[in-house]
């Protein structure tokens, strides 16, 4: 069973701070990683996609992957309020199926 | 917008009877998904479509089957609900983006109820 891994939380982090969020996978052939958020009662909807070693950023958010430790993770800087929801990792495999990871919430306090 | 629509968008249903889902698009998108989503699990994926009678089982596929019999169209059908299958269903697909990769856009999804 192909498995993708996130710390449930809730993490809980002042305004301003960096919120980090982590993710491991166990299908070593996955080539596609993916950061999604999901508002109560809302979609997930794609904030971050990564698809080699290293870091991508986009504004306030940094993918990071490293492949050879299975190991993807999120980093939002100055984090607002607004940015209280759930995070999904996401892994796309083989025939392009999607796995995801059971989220992991997060509460920015103001 | 990738023009997703689900329905029913809620269903309250009893045990034993059949349930459809539909799941409809606008822009002719090949890769059609349906998942569940249940506190502590995530999103699990049930069955997925790669084209008109193309479809294969995802990680919790028992209990469900789907038909595309045109591309706009998935349907996920529950012959027989149980309580087990309460749940929000939520349909994606899947586009191809200018950097190369395929990301999944979700439907607004259905809350469905198996009393």
């Known amino acids: 069973q192909k498995e993708v891994e996130q710390n449930s939380g809730p993490l809980s982090v002042p305004e301003g701070a960096i919120a980090s969020l982590n993710c491991t996978y166990s299908?070593?052939?996955?080539?596609?990683f993916f950061w999604y958020r999901q508002y109560s009662g809302k979609s997930p909807e794609l904030i971050m996609s990564?698809?080699?070693?290293g870091d991508k950023e986009d504004g306030r958010f940094t993918a990071q992957l490293n492949k050879a430790s299975q190991y993807v993770s999120l980093l939002i800087r100055d984090s607002q309020p607004s940015d209280s929801a759930t995070y999904l990792c996401a892994v796309m495999g083989e025939g392009f199926k999607t796995i995801f990871g059971a989220g992991t919430r997060l509460f920015v306090k103001a | 917008d990738a023009g997703i629509t689900q329905s029913p968008r809620h269903k309250v249903t009893e045990t034993g009877t059949p349930v459809t889902l539909r799941c409809h698009q606008t822009?002719?998108?090949?890769?059609m998904y349906w998942y569940r989503q249940d506190p502590g699990h995530g999103l699990r994926l049930i069955h997925y479509s790669y084209g008109v009678k193309d479809t294969d089982k995802g990680e919790v596929s028992d209990g469900y089957s789907v038909s595309r019999s045109k591309t706009e169209d998935f349907l996920l059908t529950l012959e027989s609900a149980t309580s087990s299958q309460t749940s929000v269903y939520f349909c994606?697909?899947?586009?191809?983006?200018?950097?190369?990769?395929?990301?999944?856009?979700f439907g607004a999804g259905s809350r469905l109820t198996v009393l």
């Open positions: 994606a697909i899947s586009e191809s983006k200018a950097s190369g990769a395929n990301v999944l856009t």
């Open positions: 299908d070593r052939v996955s080539q596609s």
């Open positions: 822009e002719n998108h090949r890769y």
């Open positions: 990564i698809y080699s070693n």
